[in-house]
């Protein structure tokens, strides 16, 4: 089985670019979540779909950031602008249901200069 | 949204005694509470986890308490090893999972 696939795995932009990136979750799953990772912060939540209806949209991150689940197994996480302090890793996650256990992706790692 | 507090950020141990890492929670709705491990270069992955009808759980050297009217739940890892040295998350479920800002365990000789 494929596990979640995260696309693009490294991703350069200049800050007021729009950067768009992708992920598939594991098939199946009906809960998808994008969190961002950084050393200070943790992990942070971004966004959560339970099939495909956004159920938490990162409070803080609303601004600039959207999340979009078109289909079971697809989604993007738009950033626009970007700003240098976006630079992190971003993960997309999956679940069967809220309750079991998350599969990670390898994560997109943004630098935005 | 729900608010995670993750102690201690760092944890050095001696092989063979017990690490133990605390979490503290808000949401008093809150009912799934998991613990990631992540090693380097690697993802977080699920080690264990206590749903809010228990008190208490272990897999092999893993315990894990849930103290529901105080909004804590800890992990206890017992005789540790070199291969426990990670960073380890605490998470809340109420509306998405919400994670502690880890803990990095090291367990040196």
């Known amino acids: 089985d494929a596990g979640v696939t995260q696309t693009p795995r490294h991703e350069v932009a200049e800050k007021g670019q729009t950067i768009i990136l992708k992920c598939e979750p594991v098939?199946?799953?009906?809960?998808l979540f994008w969190y961002r990772q950084t050393k200070i912060q943790g992990l942070e939540l971004l966004s959560y779909?339970?099939?495909?209806?956004?159920?938490?949209d990162g409070g803080a991150f609303k601004d600039r950031f959207k999340a979009e689940m078109l289909n079971s197994s697809f989604s993007t996480l738009k950033i626009q602008p970007t700003e240098p302090k976006d630079s992190a890793v971003y993960l997309c996650?999956?679940?069967?249901?809220?309750?079991?256990?998350?599969?990670f992706g390898a994560g997109t790692r943004l630098s935005v200069l | 949204g729900e608010q995670v507090e993750q102690l201690p950020s760092i944890l050095r141990v001696q092989e063979g005694s017990s690490a133990s890492i605390n979490c503290s929670y808000e949401?008093?709705?809150?009912?799934?509470f998991p613990w990631y491990k992540q090693e380097p270069g690697e993802n977080p992955k699920l080690i264990i986890d206590?749903?809010?009808?228990?008190e208490r759980k272990q897999i092999q050297e893993l315990i894990v308490l849930l103290d529901k009217k105080a909004k804590r739940f800890s992990l206890h890892i017992t005789d540790t090893q070199p291969g426990d040295s990670a960073m380890y998350f605490c998470?809340?479920?109420?509306?998405?999972?919400?994670f502690g800002l880890g803990t990095r365990v090291s367990v040196f000789p």
């Open positions: 996650a999956s679940s069967h249901n809220s309750q079991n256990t998350l599969y």
């Open positions: 098939s199946g799953h009906n809960d």
């Open positions: 779909f339970r099939s495909k209806s956004l159920m938490e």
């Open positions: 949401d008093s709705a809150s009912n799934y």
């Open positions: 206590i749903r809010s009808n228990m």
């Open positions: 998470a809340v479920y109420a509306q998405g999972l919400t």
